[in-house]
C-alpha cells in the first residue's frame, strides 16, 4: 500500500507492525493441518492527510467473507443492543422501508420485521445469508457497491433507513461502499453506521481488533471525509459501549443534511485533544502494545510452570489477532470454547488451538479461563460464573491484563 484509499496521499506512517498472521476467520479443520497456511503483514498506518487509519488492502472482501465463521446471533447483547436499535428507529422515523447491509444472519432485521415493517437484507456470505433467509428475512447474497444499491432501489424502492453495522472497517473501497448507500437510501432518509471508534482502540490497547478484514479504523473527523464521498453529511453521532468502544454515526444525503448536532463537534473536539490529528498521538501505541503482549505471555508462562490449567473462552477473530502476535500453541493454551457449532473440531487460524463447544469447561474445571472476546465482559461474566463453583477465575488480557475471582 502506497497511497491512502481514501484521500490517494501518499504519508502514510506507521502506528503499529503486528508482524504476519493469517485471516483471522479462516479456522482450520482437521484434514488441513498440515497443509501450509497462507499469512499477511499486520500493519496499521495512519494518513497524515485526512488521517484514516488503515491496513493494506492485501486480501479481497471475496476470499473472506463469501463463507463466514462469524454468526451475529450467538452474541445475546448485541441481538439485544440490535433490539433496542430497531425500537428506537422505528418508533423515532417510522420507516417503511429498511435495509441492513451486511445482515448477517438476520439479528437486527428480524426485529424489523417484527414491527410489521417491510425489510431487505443484503449479505455476502451465502453460509450465514441463508440462516437469515430460514428466519423469514428477505436476504440477498450481494457486496454492496453503487451498482448493488442501484438496483436494489430500482427493485425495491428507495429506503427510509439503511443500517450498516460493523461493515463500514471491512471494505476497502471506501468510496464505492459509501455511493452504494447514498443509492439506497431515499433523499430524506437516513444511514446508520456502528464502527469501532479509533480513539479507543487507541486509548485502551485494543490492539487485537486489528485484523485483515477490517481494512480502516474511523475517527469521526476521518468517516466524516468519507461519508462525503459519497453524497452523504454526518448529522449526529453517538458514543457506543459495544465492541470495546464504538461509535454511531447518523448520516443523510448531503441535500436533506442540515448542521450537525453538538454531538459531533464534542467527539471531534475529544479526538483533537487525543492528538489524533498529529503523529504524536500515535506516537506510544506500540510500547502499550507491547506491553500487553509481555504481560499475558508472563502469566501463562507462570501458570504453565506452577502446573495450572488454562482454557479459552470465545474464537473471536480479534483473539486470533491476540494469539497470532503472542505466539500462544496449546502447551500455554489448551483449547478454545465457543458457542458457534460451525466451530467446533475446527482450530484456530496460525496458532492451531482446537475449538471446542463450551460444555467442556464445565468437564475440565480448568483453573483459568481466558476470555478473547473481552468486548463482552459484562455478558461473559455472568454466562461463566460456574467456573467459580471449583475455583476457577476469569482472566482478561485487554486493555491490561486482569484476573477475576
Known amino acids: 500500500m502506497t497511497r491512502c484509499r481514501l484521500c490517494g496521499s501518499a504519508e502514510l506512517a506507521s502506528v503499529v507492525d503486528l508482524g504476519a498472521t493469517p485471516p483471522c476467520e479462516l479456522f482450520l479443520t482437521r484434514e488441513r493441518l498440515d497443509e501450509p497456511e497462507l499469512t499477511y503483514p499486520l500493519h496499521l498506518r495512519v494518513c497524515t492527510s485526512c488521517w ?3 491496513l493494506p488492502p492485501l486480501i479481497q472482501p471475496e476470499e473472506t467473507f463469501t463463507e463466514y465463521a462469524y454468526f451475529s446471533s450467538f452474541s445475546t447483547s448485541w441481538v439485544e443492543h440490535a433490539r433496542e436499535f430497531v425500537e428506537a428507529a422505528v418508533d423515532r422515523f417510522a420507516p417503511g422501508f429498511v435495509v441492513e447491509v451486511a445482515s448477517n444472519d438476520g439479528y437486527l432485521l428480524q426485529h424489523v420485521a417484527g414491527r410489521g415493517v417491510r425489510c431487505l437484507g443484503i449479505e455476502p456470505s ?3 445469508g441463508q440462516a437469515a433467509r430460514d428466519k423469514g428475512i428477505p436476504t440477498r447474497t450481494a457486496f454492496l457497491d453503487p451498482e448493488t444499491g442501484a438496483a436494489v432501489r430500482a427493485e425495491h424502492g428507495p429506503a427510509d433507513l439503511v443500517v450498516a453495522n460493523n461493515v463500514y472497517a471491512h471494505i476497502p473501497d471506501v468510496v464505492g461502499f459509501t455511493q452504494g448507500l447514498r443509492a439506497l437510501v431515499a433523499d430524506d432518509g437516513w444511514v446508520s453506521i456502528e464502527v469501532q471508534h479509533l480513539l479507543t482502540l487507541v486509548e485502551l490497547n485494543q490492539y487485537d481488533t486489528i485484523y485483515h478484514e477490517h481494512f480502516q479504523y474511523y475517527t469521526v473527523a476521518a468517516a466524516r471525509r468519507a461519508l462525503a464521498t459519497g ?3 454526518l448529522v449526529d453521532v453517538e458514543l457506543l459501549p459495544t465492541h470495546g468502544g464504538s461509535i454511531r454515526l447518523w448520516a443523510r444525503p448531503e441535500e436533506a443534511g442540515g448542521e450537525p448536532t453538538e454531538r459531533v463537534a464534542d467527539v471531534l473536539a475529544r479526538e483533537k485533544g487525543a492528538g489524533l490529528d498529529e503523529l504524536a498521538g500515535y506516537a506510544e ?3 502499550r502494545v507491547a506491553k500487553v503482549r509481555r504481560d499475558l505471555l508472563r502469566f501463562l508462562i507462570d501458570a504453565a510452570e506452577a502446573g ?3 482454557a479459552g473462552y470465545g474464537a473471536p477473530g480479534k483473539g486470533n489477532t491476540l494469539l497470532n502476535h503472542c505466539g500462544i500453541r496449546e502447551d500455554l493454551l489448551a483449547y478454545t470454547v465457543d458457542r458457534n457449532p460451525y466451530k467446533h473440531g475446527r482450530f ?4 492451531r488451538i482446537p475449538i471446542l463447544p463450551p460444555e467442556r469447561l464445565a468437564e475440565d474445571r480448568p483453573d483459568y479461563v481466558l476470555v478473547l472476546p473481552w468486548n463482552l465482559r459484562e455478558e461473559l461474566t455472568e454466562q461463566l460464573s460456574y467456573v467459580r463453583e ?6 482478561f488480557p485487554i486493555p491490561s491484563l486482569e484476573i477475576v475471582p
Do not use: E, I, S
Not at 484456530?348 to 496458532?351: D, Y
Open 231 to 233: 453524497g452523504l453529511a
Open 308 to 310: 495450572k490449567t488454562v
Open 285 to 287: 501505541f506500540a510500547a
Open 52 to 54: 484514516l487509519a488503515q
Open 126 to 128: 451465502a453460509n450465514v
Open 348 to 351: 484456530t487460524p496460525g496458532t
Open 390 to 395: 471449583w475455583g476457577g477465575q476469569l482472566v
